[in-house]
Structures are given as structure tokens and as C-alpha cells.
């Protein structure tokens, strides 16, 4: 059957990598918004024939950036699956890198809401094929959907990239003990002996404020602090400071999806990171390493 990819507004570079990856056509999209605020998107196509009764890949992230929030990118998605489904395609895949809302997966107060699975239930409703998500918040969530549903892990692309900028003597660190599961495993892919330590981490329910606390064995050591999300950098950056109070020699900042919200950026470099990784699942300037082979080896 034949395929195309509709590439989404958020992930221009990576859809198009991943069609080329696949040998198969690509479509962009038009969009803009109305002055009072709604979303417009059309497929840029002339002839909606063409993707009758065929595949369709829609590749689309969900972060928010200097353009869009993230439920403008939500309401993009939505646009998209709608279209190709009122042509009458035969099959949707979606590839949605970063979900968002998927990090309010659980109720801390009192009248909160489970997100994550409204969201989840949502795209239940457009009735698609297959999603492929990287690194989500909470792999469990997935369960809500109907369809196929692939986590898609990219700890090995970037442990690759780390090796290949000379680091050696590395420690890997979880920003918290929650995390410690994810670091282990992140670990393996430095070798078999790699070390992991993880600080205490607290944080206030209501505020959202950070307290961190902990003293490793890090002297000379090259440190890579490794987290799913990193967004205003708050606690990058209060895990990086106590890794160079802690003697480490270059830090590196890794993370899936680096929004780089405020002023992450200063936030994390002013603390001591040497360097700030993230993959292509944000479209942003510390996406140093690229979905779109791992992606694609999924789609194949």
C-alpha cells in the first residue's frame, strides 16, 4: 500500500528526515492563527485523491515553543487526523515524539485531574491505527488506548552522541530517586560497569519549588545527568551544582524532550553544565541528536 507523511507544524525537520529514511512522499502543511486566537491548518495538497484509501503518517510533536503552546499543537494534531480521515485514508499512524500533558498522570490535590488520560482518550475518540510515542512520562498510560501504542526509547542515540564528544570516567546521575529505574538503564548504554547515584529531590505540591540536597563521589569523574523532560531547568540545574560542588570535571545536561523553557538555558550553563543534549522531538537549538533513524526503523 502506498504511504505518505503528512508533516506536522511542529516537527518540520524530523518528519521530513523520517519520510526521507522511508522513501516515500511528504506533505506540509498551512497554518496560522485567526485573530481571536482559533487554530487554522489545511494539508498543502490540491488534489486530496491522492491520499484515498492510502497510509498515513502523521508525524507531529506536542511541545510547546517561541510560536505555540502546547495545545495549539494539540489542536494541530487533531486537525490533521481529522482531515486525512474525512478524505478517507486507509490507515493512520501517528508519531507523536513528545505527548503533551502526560506528566499529570496522578492526583497530588485535592479537585486535580488525571490529564494524561483525558488526552490519551481523546485521540481514542479520532479512532487511529497506531501511535508511537519516545520516552512518555509514564509508559503506563498508553494502557488507555485502544490502538497499537509503541514507547519508543532513545537512551542509546544518546548515550551515542555523549561518547562521540570524548567523555570518558562517567558516572551517570538521576536527578531523583524516581528516576533511578531510567538512569540504570541509560547507564548500560556507557557500559557495563557505569556507575549511577541519584540525589534527593523534593518537591512542593503546591508551589512546584525544588529543594535537592546530596554529596556523591564525583571527583574528576565525567558526569552525564540524564532526565526524560528538562523544562525551565529548575532541576537540572540545582542537580548540576551539586555534582561540581561534588568535584565532577564536565557535566552534561541530557535530556528526550529539551523544551528549554525561560531561562533554562542560563539556568543550567550558569550551574556548571558543559553541554545541554536533546533530540529532534523539540525542533529548538540543543537538538543534537536526531528520532528520525530510530523512528523509522519502528515505521519499517
Given at each position: 500500500?502506498?504511504?505518505?507523511?503528512?508533516?506536522?507544524?511542529?516537527?518540520?525537520?524530523?518528519?521530513?528526515?523520517?519520510?526521507?529514511?522511508?522513501?516515500?512522499?511528504?506533505?506540509?502543511?498551512?497554518?496560522?492563527?485567526?485573530?481571536?486566537?482559533?487554530?487554522?491548518?489545511?494539508?498543502?495538497?490540491?488534489?486530496?485523491?491522492?491520499?484515498?484509501?492510502?497510509?498515513?503518517?502523521?508525524?507531529?510533536?506536542?511541545?510547546?515553543?517561541?510560536?505555540?503552546?502546547?495545545?495549539?499543537?494539540?489542536?494541530?494534531?487533531?486537525?490533521?487526523?481529522?482531515?486525512?480521515?474525512?478524505?478517507?485514508?486507509?490507515?493512520?499512524?501517528?508519531?507523536?515524539?513528545?505527548?503533551?500533558?502526560?506528566?499529570?498522570?496522578?492526583?497530588?490535590?485535592?479537585?486535580?485531574?488525571?490529564?494524561?488520560?483525558?488526552?490519551?482518550?481523546?485521540?481514542?475518540?479520532?479512532?487511529?491505527?497506531?501511535?508511537?510515542?519516545?520516552?512518555?512520562?509514564?509508559?503506563?498510560?498508553?494502557?488507555?488506548?485502544?490502538?497499537?501504542?509503541?514507547?519508543?526509547d532513545s537512551m542509546k542515540i544518546l548515550a551515542d552522541y555523549?561518547?562521540?564528544?570524548?567523555?570518558?570516567?562517567?558516572?551517570?546521575?538521576?536527578?531523583?530517586?524516581?528516576?533511578?529505574?531510567?538512569?540504570?538503564?541509560?547507564?548500560?548504554?556507557?557500559?557495563?560497569?557505569?556507575?549511577?547515584?541519584?540525589?534527593?529531590?523534593?518537591?512542593?505540591?503546591?508551589?512546584?519549588?525544588?529543594?535537592?540536597?546530596?554529596?556523591?563521589?564525583?571527583?574528576?569523574?565525567?558526569?552525564?545527568?540524564?532526565?526524560?523532560?528538562?523544562?525551565?531547568?529548575?532541576?537540572?540545574?540545582?542537580?548540576?551544582?551539586?555534582?561540581?560542588?561534588?568535584?565532577?570535571?564536565?557535566?552534561?545536561?541530557?535530556?528526550?524532550?529539551?523544551?528549554?523553557?525561560?531561562?533554562?538555558?542560563?539556568?543550567?550553563?550558569?550551574?556548571?553544565?558543559?553541554?545541554?543534549?536533546?533530540?529532534?522531538?523539540?525542533?529548538?537549538?540543543?537538538?543534537?541528536?536526531?528520532?528520525?533513524?530510530?523512528?523509522?526503523?519502528?515505521?519499517?
Amino acid at each position: 500500500m502506498q504511504k505518505y507523511l503528512i508533516v506536522g507544524p511542529a516537527s518540520q525537520m524530523l518528519g521530513v528526515k523520517i519520510a526521507n529514511k522511508l522513501s516515500i512522499p511528504h506533505i506540509n502543511t498551512e497554518f496560522k492563527r485567526f485573530p481571536d486566537g482559533e487554530n487554522y491548518l489545511r494539508l498543502n495538497l490540491e488534489d486530496e485523491t491522492i491520499l484515498e484509501g492510502k497510509e498515513i503518517i502523521i508525524v507531529q510533536s506536542t511541545g510547546p515553543s517561541a510560536s505555540r503552546d502546547q495545545n495549539a499543537r494539540l489542536i494541530e494534531l487533531f486537525i490533521m487526523i481529522d482531515a486525512v480521515k474525512r478524505i478517507g485514508v486507509a490507515k493512520i499512524i501517528l508519531v507523536v515524539p513528545y505527548l503533551a500533558y502526560t506528566r499529570q498522570d496522578k492526583i497530588f490535590r485535592p479537585g486535580e485531574s488525571e490529564f494524561a488520560k483525558v488526552v490519551l482518550q481523546m485521540i481514542n475518540s479520532m479512532e487511529i491505527d497506531e501511535l508511537f510515542v519516545v520516552d512518555i512520562h509514564n509508559p503506563a498510560v498508553l494502557e488507555e488506548l485502544t490502538c497499537k501504542a509503541v514507547n519508543i526509547d532513545s537512551m542509546k542515540i544518546l548515550a551515542d552522541y555523549i561518547k562521540s564528544l570524548g567523555a570518558k570516567d562517567i558516572v551517570v546521575v538521576s536527578p531523583d530517586k524516581g528516576a533511578i529505574e531510567r538512569s540504570k538503564a541509560f547507564a548500560k548504554h556507557f557500559g557495563e560497569d557505569v556507575p549511577v547515584d541519584f540525589f534527593e529531590k523534593k518537591r512542593d505540591v503546591k508551589t512546584g519549588d525544588i529543594t535537592m540536597s546530596g554529596k556523591l563521589s564525583l571527583k574528576n569523574k565525567d558526569v552525564v545527568i540524564a532526565d526524560d523532560i528538562i523544562a525551565t531547568g529548575g532541576t537540572m540545574s540545582k542537580a548540576i551544582k551539586i555534582a561540581k560542588d561534588s568535584g565532577a570535571n564536565k557535566i552534561y545536561a541530557a535530556a528526550t524532550h529539551a523544551l528549554m523553557l525561560q531561562n533554562a538555558k542560563y539556568r543550567i550553563l550558569a550551574a556548571g553544565g558543559d553541554e545541554i543534549i536533546g533530540t529532534d522531538s523539540i525542533d529548538n537549538e540543543v537538538s543534537k541528536v536526531s528520532l528520525a533513524n530510530v523512528i523509522s526503523d519502528y515505521l519499517k
